[in-house]
Each structure stands twice: as C-alpha cells, then as structure tokens.
C-alpha cells in the first residue's frame, strides 16, 4: 500500500478525503474513517464503531465493531452530551477516549477502544481482500473461476 488518508465515515460519503488526495496529487490507494456513537437501530441502545474503506477507485465498504449495550439510565446524558463526558464522569477519570477509552474501563482492560476500532476495521476490509464477497466489476476471466 502507498498512501493511507484518514478521515471520518461521513466525510468519506461525502468524498473528504478522496477528493482531496486527487485535487492534490496524493497517491492514496485506501482512504478510512472511523467513528464511533450511540445508536438504537438493533432495537437497543449501543455503543457502536464503524469502519469506512474507500479505494482510489471509489469501491467502498463499511464493517462494525462489536457493540456493547447502555444502561436506559445514561442514554439522555450521552445522546445530549458526548460519550467521552458521560465515561468520564462515571469512571472518575480524565479524557478516557485519549487513551484505551470507555470499554477498557467497562471490561477491566480486556477490550480497549483500539480493539474495537481494529475490529471494525478488519470487517470492512473483508470486501477488498476477498474478491468473491465484494460488489465490484469482475473480469470474464475471474467470474469462471468463482462459478468453478
């Protein structure tokens, strides 16, 4: 890989990152956002991160982290707030999201915040890794082999 541009999964959408490395001549083969947040889509309330990795080509994909739930009691505070303030507070601490984050207090040190970002990252990346379970354009020659 040559250049890696980072950015945030919206920005991503919006074509951030992407835009930039063509007006500026940056020879970025995979651009990535990451972001993290509360959401209720699983019929619960979580903490979630998601991965974005776009290709120069514009081929992107997304995976998430696993998710952990949010007692009913903090859920207000965080969604008028910010995660990090609510962690915080409960923990006692001083800018958790700097260093292992909100789940390494939450699971005692067994998962930290770059654990979790890792793992979103390694499931969106399983579209450019595995050209079988991808939605780009495939060559004649490859559609033989993946039907074979």
């Known amino acids: 890989m040559n250049n890696i541009l980072c950015d945030t ?18 020879g970025a ?21 998601i991965a974005v990795i776009k290709d120069k080509n514009g081929y992107e994909s997304w995976g998430t982290s696993p998710a952990f739930p949010v007692p ?8 008028s707030t910010d995660l990090s303030k609510v962690m915080d507070k409960i923990s006692g601490q001083n800018d958790l999201r ?20 890792k793992e979103a990252f390694i499931m969106a990346l399983t579209q450019h890794i595995n050209e079988i379970w991808n939605d780009k354009k495939v060559l004649n020659s490859d559609k033989e082999k993946i039907l074979k």
């Not at 999964?9 to 940056?26: D, F, H, M, T, V």
């Not at 009913?72 to 969604?79: G, L, M, S």
């Not at 700097?98 to 970002?117: A, P, Y």
């Open 9 to 26: 999964p919206s920005a991503l959408q919006r074509g951030g990152s992407l835009e930039y490395a063509k007006n500026n001549e940056i």
């Open 29 to 49: 083969e995979y651009f990535l956002g990451v972001e993290s947040g509360i959401t209720n889509l699983l019929g619960k309330w979580v903490i979630i991160s």
């Open 72 to 79: 009913d009691k903090y859920v207000n505070e965080i969604i």
């Open 98 to 117: 700097s260093g292992k984050g909100g789940i390494s207090f939450l699971t005692n040190g067994v998962i930290s915040r770059i654990d979790q970002t």
